[in-house]
């Protein structure tokens, strides 16, 4: 029987497919188990082995084929496998289904022979691992979930002072440096009215790959009312550059930091009233995504005054200071004007205005008050009245602070 070729040809094969798996198990047990897996199988294509996730971004990659090139052939087709030349490289890829998404790996060589030997083999372990892989550590991220939103909400029901050492060492499991500042974040989503499991993921997605610790979870004031995203940040440089990228997709209100985790459900309603600041500035500006991160601790005396008086009498004082300038002409001009900092030219190039244009409505608009805007009582009255507005129009002009856009 040995004798067979056939039955020889599967001997070969087998020990091949085992050589194969032993050679690409080590990959499961190493810190990085997807960079590992597609180093081994580039080492025994004798190649370049790809990892792609369902978007084409690269998960992982070993060797010097042309990684962009060959993902242009593999969107460009909904086979589950194909086999390509791109130069002087020969390549086989195969679309993997997993929990997250379609995954792609590709594997490539400079000589046809090494793939056709051992090339559907190579997948196949590929494909097997890169599952057992991804559904570890969905499973582990499933469990920090759970763990991360149980202790986020027990900070928010408050502890005291007496306990914070042992919520301190749950932090700690999380990466948090021990007894360091921390900061309680409030974020809504730019594109949908209400947060949701999709977005909390993007946060984790960009936590994990800044590197920085993060306790977040799903969180309603009410039943009615649309949900929002409670987020744990380190008081840090890279804390805060992390609120200023997702502030591009988020309203983001921060509260100011603190030491104390006992001072968490304070931080809390601090982080609230930010993420308040925040959709007022939203609503009056063209590009939300320009705005920034609110931090309460940044914010000017004008932006803390107006977000701590009741909205409807607010409004009501609003309309009172505003009516004398009818013209919604003169009230964009004006904005404009206050945004650029008094400056005419630059209220001109902004409005598409000859200069002499922008004083003739700014003296009309001084003609409706009654006084000229040199009144410091005339002028403060007029940047309360329009302060949202004014906000928006100097992110729109590119003009930022170190909280946001700058105050006027």
């Known amino acids: 029987m040995l004798d067979d070729p056939a039955t020889g040809s599967e001997i070969d094969r087998l020990r091949t497919t085992l050589d194969i798996t032993h050679a690409m198990l080590a990959a499961v047990s190493s810190t990085d188990p997807v960079r590992s897996l597609a180093s081994r199988a580039s080492t025994i294509c004798h190649g370049t082995a790809i990892i792609y996730d369902f978007e084409g971004s690269v ?7 042309p990684v962009q090139l060959i993902w242009n052939e593999v969107s460009a087709t909904n086979q589950r496998e194909l086999a390509l030349e791109i130069g002087r490289w020969h390549v086989r890829t195969r679309r993997v289904a997993l929990r997250d998404g379609v995954h792609v790996i590709a594997i490539a060589s400079r000589g046809p022979e ?3 030997q051992i090339g559907e083999l ?26 991360n939103e149980q202790l986020i909400a027990a900070l928010h029901d ?3 002072p007496a306990r914070e050492h042992r919520f301190w060492s749950r932090l700690a499991q999380f990466r948090f440096p021990t007894y360091a500042s921390v900061r309680a974040v409030e974020l809504a989503p730019l594109d949908a009215p209400s947060a949701s499991e999709t977005h909390i993921a993007q946060l984790v997605s960009r936590a994990r790959s800044d590197d920085l610790p993060l306790l977040v979870m799903l969180r309603r004031v009410d039943m009615d009312a649309p949900a929002t995203i409670a987020a744990l940040v380190p008081a840090s440089a890279s804390g805060e550059q992390w609120l200023a990228s997702v502030a591009r997709q988020f309203l983001v209100g921060s509260s100011a930091p603190t030491p104390s985790l006992s001072n968490l459900p304070e931080c809390v309603r601090e982080a609230e009233t930010a993420l308040g ?13 320009e705005l920034g991160p609110v931090l309460i601790d940044r914010i000017d005396l004008s932006t803390w005054l107006l977000s701590h008086v009741d909205h409807r009498q607010l409004r009501d004082r609003i309309d009172r200071t505003l009516v004398p300038i009818g013209s919604q002409l003169l009230r964009d001009t004006l904005t404009t004007y206050l945004a650029t900092g008094q400056n005419v030219a630059a209220t001109a190039e902004a409005l598409f205005l000859h200069p002499n244009t922008v004083r003739y409505r700014i003296g009309r608009v001084e003609e409706a008050i009654g006084e000229p805007l040199t009144s410091p009582f005339a002028l403060s009255n007029l940047i309360l009245a329009l302060y949202p507005e004014i906000i928006g129009r ?9 909280a946001g856009p700058s105050a006027p």
């Open 277 to 289: 600041i925040a959709r007022q500035w939203a609503a009056a500006a063209e590009t939300p995504e």
């Open 122 to 147: 190579l997948l196949d372990t590929s494909e097997r691992l890169l599952g057992a892989v991804h559904g570890i550590q969905y499973g582990a991220t499933q469990r920090d979930r759970r763990d």
């Open 59 to 65: 998960v992982a990659s070993t060797g010097e084929a």
């Open 158 to 160: 408050g502890i005291v």
């Open 114 to 116: 090494r793939l056709e």
């Open 394 to 402: 100097r992110a729109e002009l590119g003009e930022r602070g170190p």
